[in-house]
Every structure is written in structure tokens, then in C-alpha cells.
């Protein structure tokens, strides 16, 4: 997926970038940049963060990132910043985006004379890509609204221009942007869990499609939101830090309202509720206050050296993390029914795994509650689970098992409690040796997000899409 974060101040910036881009980390794995504005002049790095932390790429090398005003990226796609002078001016970009139609916009520009030059593997960039749709506006409104029209995707990016920094949110508004303040300074990012150990306070959230501009003494609007929105649920699923709010919905208490109401259709005879860190935790505390049992931490994480992290694009490397970060506690499995709760199954990779130690290190038996609706269908907007196709997702492949072939109506596989949807559910239950295997409903899932379905996006549950 990727986060962004951007800073602009009366005073230098860069501590505030530092630590505001670093609490995006679980957000990204692939690459990390930064980018600072001083008289007319952009100071920016760029570093691979695949095999180590954000912070220990950049931490020696602050002192060259002067300036009042900068912006930084956790990228899960191509290295940024991208620096460009146009008839716009001199800015730096950096998206978090997602363009399904992006060989046909690079063939658009090639033919207008445009030439790319951040190639990777021979492919264009595509936040340079943005950077060019952009420069073909009269202004920077203009060309945000020339990158709204020609995507197909979604992508919302951050501008770091000699006249602040502009704030640009998807137009269905897929992916958040939030702005904060404290005195002096202002603050936008992806995520706003960073904000209050930096001394922001949550001010405001940016619309889908709205654009901001942001100085040190305040923000103005450059164009209004959509009324149409179709925010990722799996924000609270899974991306979002437990203390972070999206529209006004806090993460950790969706998830706690989730696991609080799928109890109240739970029958099940167990000793305690435990959570699969680190999304699977509040869930499991909303289930064991629902069933009226103990949360216990049957299972830990190894935090020293295994930090949460976005699903690492290597199978090879997800199943190393899957198996190394996860600690169990045998004086807690050793004879015990248990319920543990997680976020969701994707390839299933992580999940098999972890119900094998727990058999191994005594589990009795082992009921797991998954937060999220089945996933049926890959997600062409964002960078979750588009990683892979359709047919790598655990349902779709019990599915595939099931008809004996590919192409088959899915409709009443993602009905929950319909006669497909239970054989599917209890194949996969089969295949993990659980005692027993239940999904969230997505209506639960809705009304834990307190939000109209209408502006909720849950393609990968229902492959329904509003707009």
C-alpha cells in the first residue's frame, strides 16, 4: 500500500518529517524517501528498505535535510520522492497510488513527446508518471484534477511546492489523508498515529478528490470534496495502527465492536479468547468481553526484531516472517479451548503456520475467528492483495477444489450462511485442522465501521462497487 507524511513549519522541519514518515513504516516495505524545501532548493534521498528499517537509513543523514516545509514516503511500489521543474515550478511528489491502466497513460505521453527517465527494471515510474499528468495543467489544481480524470486505480499524493504543500486524497477517497496542528506547524499524512507523540493534534480529514494547501500559518481549500466516497474497510481490518482514526471511526475500537459482535452469535464451549498479533488483538478482546471469558495472550510477538510489517511480495520471505515472528506461550496453550481471533485469511500462508504450533505447544482445541468477510476477489484498487491473482486467494482455490474449475458464479460463496458459503468455509477449516472456523459477516463488519455501506469499499468481499 504505502503511507505518506508531509510537514510544514515555522521553524525546521526535520525532526517532525523524520518521525511522522517513520510511523508509516507499516505501511511499505520496499523503499522509503525524503524531500525538504530552502530557497528554491530540494534536498532529497531515497533508500531500499527491504532488508532494513526506515530509520536506520536516514538517521544519519538528517543534517542535510534543511528547510521549514518537507515530505516522505513508505512506498510499497517505485522510489520517491519525484523531483521535477515544469511550467508548474519546482516540486517534489510523492503518491500512494495504484494504476491499473498505467501502460496505456506512459504510450499517451511517449506519443506527446514526454520521456520518462526513474526507470526500474526497464518500467516506468508511476509517481513520475503522476508528476507529468500533473504538469500538463494550467496550475497545480488543474493538473491534480488532469490525474483524477485519466487513472484508473486510485492515488493520492502529497506536493511539496515554494508555496506550502499540497494535499491531494484519492477521488473516492480510498485511501486517507488527515491533517493535524500544534502551534507553528502543520502536519498531513496517511496515518495519524504519529501525531500525538509529535505534538499534532488531529485538525481535519481531507474529502475524496478535495485538495489542500498548507503553509505554517494555516490550510485553504483548492477544490471540494466528492459527495460519492469508497474508503477501504480494510483500513480497520488490517492496514490502519490500532490508535489511528479514519473519519472519525478509531481502528482499535472498530475491531473491539467487530469481535463484540460476532460473540454474540458464538456458542462455543472454550477456556479463554487470545488475539493473533498485532490486528487480531482488538478484535479478541471485543470477543472475550462479549462471551463473558478471559483474553489471554496465548500468542506473542517477538517485538525487538520483528515489528509489524506489510505483507513482504516474496512467498518465500511472508512465510519466514510468519513463522519467526510469532512467539507461543505453552504454560497457557498446554490442555486449553481456545478462540483466537486474526485479521483475515489472504493466501492462508501465515494462518497454517500458526495453528500448527498451536497443536504443537499443547492447544487442546483451536477455534479461530477471522475479523474480515472471506476474500473472493483480489482488490483492483489498492496494493493489498493485488500482489497476486484471484486464483492465489485461499477461498478462491477451496473454490476452485470445490467446482472443479475456475470460471463459476461466486455470488453464493460471498452469502454468508448460504449452502457454498459453508462448504467453502468449513473446506478451509479442514485444511488448517481447526475445531472450528468462523468469518466476521460483512454487515457486522459495516456496522462496527459506523459508516453507510454506500461508502464503504468492499469489492474484495463482494466485488460490489458503487461508482
Not at 485479521?343 to 501465515?350: E, K, P
Request: glycine content about 8%.
Amino acid at each position: 500500500m504505502g503511507g505518506f507524511f508531509g510537514t510544514i513549519s515555522k521553524t525546521a522541519c526535520r525532526t517532525d518529517l523524520f518521525y511522522g514518515t517513520d510511523y508509516n513504516s507499516h505501511l511499505g516495505t520496499k523503499r522509503a524517501g525524503l524531500a525538504t524545501l530552502k530557497d528554491g532548493v530540494i534536498y532529497r534521498s531515497i533508500h531500499s528498505i527491504e532488508n532494513s528499517y526506515f530509520r536506520t537509513k536516514f538517521e544519519d543523514s538528517l543534517d542535510k535535510f534543511i528547510g521549514n516545509s518537507g515530505i516522505g514516503v513508505i512506498s510499497d511500489t517505485d522510489p520517491q520522492p519525484i523531483v521535477i521543474k515544469s511550467h508548474l515550478g519546482y516540486f517534489a511528489l510523492v503518491t500512494v497510488a495504484r494504476i491499473n491502466n498505467i501502460n496505456e497513460l506512459e504510450e499517451e505521453l511517449l506519443k506527446k513527446g514526454y520521456y520518462f527517465s526513474e526507470l526500474s527494471s526497464g518500467k516506468c515510474n508511476q509517481t513520475e508518471l503522476i508528476a507529468l499528468l500533473i504538469s500538463e495543467g494550467k496550475n497545480f489544481e488543474d493538473g491534480i484534477e488532469n490525474v483524477y480524470e485519466k487513472i484508473k486505480g486510485s492515488c493520492s499524493m502529497l506536493l511539496l511546492t515554494e508555496s506550502g504543500i499540497i494535499a491531494a486524497r484519492d477521488k473516492l477517497g480510498r485511501t486517507p489523508v488527515v491533517i493535524g496542528k500544534k502551534d507553528g506547524a502543520y502536519a498531513v499524512s496517511s496515518e495519524p498515529c504519529g501525531f500525538s507523540n509529535l505534538g499534532y493534534e488531529t485538525d481535519y480529514f481531507v474529502g475524496p478528490g478535495e485538495i489542500i494547501r498548507i503553509t505554517a500559518d494555516g490550510y485553504m481549500q483548492l477544490r471540494k470534496p466528492n459527495d460519492k466516497m469508497q474508503v477501504c474497510s480494510f483500513l480497520w481490518v488490517y492496514y490502519g495502527y490500532p490508535v489511528s482514526d479514519y473519519e472519525g471511526k478509531n481502528v482499535d475500537g472498530v475491531r473491539y465492536n467487530s469481535g463484540l459482535q460476532m460473540s454474540k452469535e458464538d456458542d462455543s464451549d472454550i477456556d479463554f479468547v487470545s488475539g493473533i498479533p498485532d490486528s487480531g488483538v482488538g478484535q479478541a478482546l471485543g470477543y472475550a468481553e462479549g462471551k463473558g471469558v478471559p483474553y489471554r495472550r496465548a500468542i506473542v510477538k517477538y517485538t525487538p526484531t520483528w515489528p509489524r510489517s506489510f505483507t513482504p511480495g516474496n512467498q518465500e520471505t511472508r512465510q519466514l516472517v510468519a513463522k519467526m515472528k510469532l512467539m507461543p506461550n505453552r504454560h497457557l496453550l498446554t490442555g486449553k479451548k481456545i478462540i483466537f481471533c486474526d485479521d483475515s485469511i489472504v493466501r492462508g500462508t501465515q494462518l497454517k503456520d500458526n495453528v500448527a504450533v498451536l497443536y504443537h505447544y499443547g492447544a487442546k482445541e483451536v477455534h479461530m475467528r477471522i475479523g474480515s468477510p472471506p476474500l473472493i476477489y483480489s482488490c483492483p484498487f489498492l496494493n493489498f492483495t493485488a500482489s497476486q491473482s484471484d486464483m492465489e486467494l485461499m477461498t478462491r482455490r477451496v473454490i476452485r477444489e470445490l467446482e472443479g474449475k475456475d470460471n463459476v458464479d461466486l455470488q453464493e460463496y460471498s452469502k454468508a450462511g448460504s449452502q457454498k458459503y459453508c462448504k467453502m468455509v468449513d473446506c478451509i477449516r479442514k485444511k488448517f485442522n481447526m475445531t472450528s472456523l468462523k468469518y466476521n459477516k460483512l454487515e457486522n463488519l459495516v456496522n462496527a465501521i459506523d459508516l453507510p455501506k454506500e461508502k464503504v469499499c468492499t469489492h474484495c468481499f463482494d466485488a460490489s462497487s458503487y461508482f
